[in-house]
Nanobody
Framework: QVQLIESGGGLVQAGGSLRLSCVVS????????MGWFRQAPGKERRFVAA???????YYADSMKGRFTISRDNAKNTVYLQMNSLKPEDTALYYC????????????????WGQGTQVTVSS
């Protein structure tokens, strides 16, 4: 049984940074392409970033230059480094795994964590 467990969320002031972690258990991380999504209250779940098993990365346009996705296969962990945070980045952030290659479509991911809350104050 594959489980994804996110951590690292919290309350931060605008301009600050957070690093989210997602630990994958039950299977070897290297078998999956991984993504981060976020969902604000009353809004749809939206793509943030993805990383292939090879390490190639993909970002939503609004996150380029501020967010960095990375993975440590030896630790079965995926990270999302978030810098220059803005109040509009406030959301529940989810880690997800897909066998289909990194995509921006949530429905292509078949394993999800429970999410970690990020709140950015102005």
């Amino acid at each position: 049984q594959v489980q994804l467990i996110e951590s690292g969320g919290g309350l931060v002031q605008a301009g600050g940074s957070l690093r989210l972690s997602c630990v994958v258990s039950g299977r070897t991380l290297s078998m999956y392409d991984m993504g981060w999504f976020r969902q604000a209250p009353g809004k749809e779940r939206r793509f943030v970033a993805a990383i292939r098993w090879s390490g190639r990365t993909y970002y939503a346009d609004s996150m380029k230059g501020r967010f960095t996705i990375s993975r440590d296969n030896a630790k079965n962990t995926v990270y999302l480094q978030m810098n220059s945070l803005k109040p509009e980045d406030t959301a529940l952030y989810y880690c997800a795994a897909t066998p289909l290659g990194p995509t921006v479509v949530p429905e292509d991911y078949n394993k999800w964590g429970q999410g970690t809350q990020v709140t950015v104050s102005s």
